[in-house]
């Protein structure tokens, strides 16, 4: 098995590790925690899931119709498709959904498996620490996520960290140049991703 054939499974079985444990924890999860609010704005636990759960439940054709009526546009579809989603489907059957695709090779066009993690690891921890569970991504994944960590990304979140070192406490990892902000690293990944 050659270097690159031992990554991908690597990040295979970090993805499934991550969605395994984020569904046990909502199979666990109050019903009435359902209809809490997430870091994700406007969203509650039932859209968060709803959205992680998308690319299982929508086949690639289908994908492109539901992106051709919100014209091309990928947030706006993805946002009305979790509404609608999480008002037809129950709890159960969106966490039955996450359980029964931990192994789902889906990755985000252009992101790799890298970006897959980064997607599941992100939405967990916007339900999370919005519900105050004291969960830590385990350093190996986090390590992961946030070395792919750039400029695109922070882009993407509509966040300018010009002049500011990020440095994580628990993790030997840092990004950027500037004034030092120190944290745990999962604090510093959701202020990366516009959520602190």
């Not at 989603?85 to 931990?102: H, I, P, R, S």
């Not at 790799?112 to 969960?135: C, K, M, Y």
Request: aromatic share 6%; hydrophobic share 40%; net charge negative.
């Amino acid at each position: 098995m050659n270097e690159r054939t031992r990554t991908m499974t690597d990040l295979r079985q970090l993805i499934a590790a991550e969605r395994h444990e984020l569904a046990t924890l909502l199979k666990e999860l109050p019903a009435d925690q359902w209809d809490a609010p997430t870091l994700c704005e406007g969203w509650r636990v039932r859209e968060v899931v709803a959205h992680v759960t998308m690319p299982y439940r929508y086949s690639t054709s289908r994908f492109l119709v539901e992106l051709l009526k919100s014209r091309g546009r990928f947030n706006p579809m993805s946002d009305r498709l979790a509404r609608r989603d999480a008002a037809e489907l129950t709890a159960a059957e969106l966490t039955d959904c996450l359980a029964a695709n931990v192994d789902h090779p889906w990755k985000p066009p252009g992101g790799g498996f890298e970006g897959a993690l980064s997607h599941d690891v992100i939405h967990g921890l916007d339900i999370t620490v919005a519900l105050g569970i004291d969960r830590v991504v385990p350093a190996e994944r986090m390590r992961v996520v946030l070395g792919g960590l750039s400029a695109k990304h922070l882009k993407y979140f509509g966040v300018d960290l010009t002049g500011i070192h990020l440095r994580a406490t628990d993790l030997d990892w840092s990004y950027g140049t500037g004034e030092v902000v120190s944290a745990p690293a999962q604090e510093l990944l959701l202020k990366a991703c516009g959520r602190g």
